[in-house]
């Protein structure tokens, strides 16, 4: 299947891509990334994340403990927006398995990425991301994903390692990499089923 047509389509804003997570749990949009320094029990970063605007207006500032605070939050990270298993998979399990998690007790789900919020809010638009769902927000500055120990370094651009965990009053109770030990990826424990499955067990 060519990723061209569909990527540029969402780019430019002229209609929603088809995608379905099941689809490319193998199609990669990371490179490798130390071990993470995130663990069960550990706090969430105390870090300010933005949140793009419709009409290209000043991004929002978020602070990740004000969001979080008294909430059960779930944070999943993606390399890059607009980028290949990212469109394919990994954003559109969480859309559509979003009442789902909501059910599960989930008041609030966050998507984070390094790319700038303009690129952010674009790419939530146009993967179908409704309004008052899923929150996109740009980890520009790459302060989250360095403080979990989850960002690739490179002279061009940080980029965050695919991860998803769980916090609870701010306090990490679930830790889902895909970088496994050994080196191995699996992009799928950072999906919205395997999220489920963590808030069911």
């Known amino acids: 299947m060519s990723l061209g047509p569909l990527l540029l389509t969402a780019a430019l804003g002229f209609g929603r891509p088809v995608v379905r997570w099941g689809v490319a749990a193998s199609v990669r949009c990371s490179r490798a990334?130390?071990?993470?320094?995130a663990s069960v029990g550990a706090k969430l970063p105390d870090v300010?994340?933005?949140?793009?605007?419709?009409?290209?207006?000043k991004a929002a500032?978020?602070?990740?403990?004000?969001?979080?605070?008294?909430?059960?939050?779930v944070i999943f990270a993606v390399p890059g927006a607009f980028t290949p298993g990212c469109s394919v998979s990994h954003l559109p399990s969480f859309i559509e398995r979003y009442d789902d998690l909501k059910n599960a007790g989930v008041d609030m789900v966050i998507c984070t990425a390094t790319n700038d919020p303009y690129v952010m809010e674009a790419w939530g638009r146009a993967s179908g991301v409704a309004r008052g769902t899923i929150l996109m927000l740009s980890d520009k500055?790459?302060?989250?994903?360095?403080?979990l120990g989850v960002?690739?370094?490179?002279?061009?651009?940080?980029?965050?390692?695919?991860?998803a965990l769980i916090a609870k009053d701010g306090v990490i109770?679930?830790?889902?990499?895909?970088?496994?030990?050994?080196?191995?990826?699996?992009?799928?424990?950072t999906y919205a089923p395997s999220v489920l499955a963590a808030l069911r067990g």
Not at 65 to 73: F, Y
Request: overall charge negative; hydrophobic content about 35%.
């Open 33 to 37: 990334a130390p071990s993470s320094s």
């Open 48 to 57: 300010t994340l933005f949140e793009g605007q419709p009409e290209f207006a």
């Open 61 to 73: 500032e978020r602070s990740l403990a004000e969001l979080t605070r008294g909430k059960t939050a």
């Open 141 to 147: 500055e790459a302060k989250l994903c360095r403080a």
């Open 151 to 163: 960002a690739t370094e490179s002279d061009v651009m940080v980029r965050s390692e695919r991860y």
């Open 173 to 189: 109770s679930a830790w889902l990499p895909a970088a496994m030990p050994g080196g191995e990826k699996k992009s799928e424990n």
